[in-house]
């Protein structure tokens, strides 16, 4: 997203919008994009810098860390904030200050039961067996205890 430095008026100027995601670089088997990124900003020159607020959102597809499948997730910045010092050009890029701010709100270990709101159905692997088939497949905790001569 590039700002155009003589377009802002002195009181400031308000960008709202869509525009493509700015996160090509992702790895498509944990997480992409899933829609533009919604952005509504307020942004003004002070002095010799540029101050930009507001709010970001970007649809993303994530895969839940638990049964591997994918769901999605409304990546949100409700906080954005940039203050950045104006060193000549009439045009300032705010993709790469866009581009890490989603990247820090990712969720490390995305869950589907978690960040997307739905019941996580649970691998055959992790299901756990009823506690009399587990009695009586394995022997008590403190079978070898009572083996212990002292």
Known sequence: MKIHLRQIPHEGLRL???EE???PQLDPEEAQCAGPLRY???LGISGHALWVKGDLTQPVELHCVRC???FPFALTVKDFAVHTELSGPEVVDLTPFIREDLLLNLP???????EGGRVCPV????KR???????????PDWS?????KL
């Open 16 to 18: 709202e919008g869509d």
């Open 40 to 42: 509504a900003l307020d």
């Open 108 to 114: 490390a270990y995305p869950r589907c039961d978690r």
């Open 21 to 23: 995601c700015p996160l």
């Open 144 to 148: 070898a205890l009572d083996q212990l």
């Open 129 to 139: 067996e009823t506690d009399e088939q587990v009695l009586a497949a394995r022997p």
């Open 123 to 126: 691998p055959a692997v992790l």
């Open 68 to 70: 591997l499948e994918a």
